[in-house]
């Protein structure tokens, strides 16, 4: 069973965040291993199995790196272990000197540093858009191009709250 079919979701980009996390609730409440504790070794590995499926679906669903390359795995496009590179060179000199300038951040930056990650946040929530209409387009070769430059990003973003971890500490 697919991902959103388990959730009772359409298998689109944008997905009702509050029903997700609903759904996932309930299914938890339903196929919980301690609730199959008195049954049978069979019946317990199936609940196990039904609960970690269920546990990977939300992670993935919920998560819009992961939403899109399993919309695309849906459509026969898996880019998930690829080793491909962006072909891009634009965005890749952008890379460069996104990851030199948090490399220069200081201390005294802090106000920059949020500047920063409001500028990283934006081109997040654009690329997301982007995804979407592609996505809807049925174009799943730029849908994976902007799913590369996403993962990256969302890199970045991860890289920023580090940053600060260090420096406001």
């Not at 997040?124 to 995804?131: A, P, R, S």
Request: a negative charge.
């Amino acid at each position: 069973m697919n991902y959103f079919e388990l959730f009772s979701l359409p298998a689109v980009f944008s997905v009702d965040k509050t029903q997700l996390s609903q759904t996932y609730r309930d299914l938890q409440k339903q196929y919980h291993p301690d609730k199959f504790a008195m049954q049978d070794d069979s019946t317990r590995l199936k609940a196990m199995q039904k609960s970690t499926e269920i546990n990977d679906a939300f992670q993935t669903l919920k998560d819009s790196c992961l939403r899109a390359q399993y919309l695309l795995k849906l459509s026969g496009l898996d880019i998930e272990l690829e080793q491909r590179t962006l072909q891009d060179t634009g965005f890749l000199m952008q890379q460069m000197e996104w990851r030199e300038k948090i490399a220069d951040f200081t201390a005294d930056d802090e106000d920059e540093i949020e500047d920063f990650n409001k500028e990283i946040s934006a081109l997040v929530k654009g690329l997301e858009t982007e995804i979407e209409a592609a996505l809807e387009a049925k174009q799943l070769e730029q849908t994976a191009t902007f799913v590369r430059k996403l993962k990256f990003m969302l890199k970045l973003q991860v890289e920023i709250e580090l940053l600060e971890e260090k420096l406001f500490d």
